[in-house]
């Protein structure tokens, strides 16, 4: 098995393609050792010394690290993690921790906002490593939570003002703003 590696915009997060499917759908993000739930990648990934944060894609894992840590020692520990996990033949998320959300119906102006992000900017936000969720729409301002490589990332304010308030306002005049969620 032959995983790649790729920088992503955020210099303290490292995306790693396995070449195959991680999720069979959506993403999962776990911020946090506490936060591994029932995951057993997630849990391998956490246990590489200098690991914060891991998130799965649908091929692909960004795994980020802490501030102290150096990615020329962890890399092959990280590597050898994966490569355990997906010789293992275990799911890389248990059936339990797949939260299936119950969509309620949005009025036309979140349907349209949640459509631009899902088909603009979520597939461009996943080549980096990360995800944009939506949260919510109220008096003007969309609501986005960054996932994965985005999230902590230094450029993400740019990328949320410069280009998805940007985008979100041209196609959308109901938006005013957008603002993250910690």
Not at 45 to 63: A, C, K, N, Q, Y
Request: aromatic share 6%.
């Amino acid at each position: 098995m032959f995983i790649q590696t790729e920088q992503t915009p955020n210099p303290a997060t490292l995306k790693f393609l396995p070449g195959r499917a991680v999720m069979p759908s959506g993403t999962a993000d776990f911020p946090s050792r506490d936060s591994a739930g029932r995951s057993p990648l997630a849990n391998r990934l956490f246990g590489v010394d200098g690991v914060r944060g891991v998130f799965l894609g649908s091929d692909f894992i960004t795994v980020t690290k802490d501030g102290e840590a150096d990615w020329h020692a962890m890399k092959p520990a990280v590597l050898g993690a994966l490569m355990e996990h997906f010789t293992s033949g275990e799911a890389a998320i248990g059936d339990s921790d797949v939260a299936a959300e119950a969509e309620a119906e949005d009025d036309e102006v979140t349907a349209q906002i949640k459509e631009l992000i899902d088909t603009r900017v979520r597939p461009a936000v996943a080549q980096d490593g990360g995800d944009i969720i939506f949260h919510k729409f109220e008096d003007g301002v969309v609501y986005l939570h960054m996932q994965g490589s985005c999230s902590g990332c230094p450029s993400s304010t740019a990328t949320l003002k410069a280009g998805i308030e940007n985008m979100l306002r041209h196609y959308v005049p109901e938006v005013l703003e957008v603002r993250p969620v910690l």
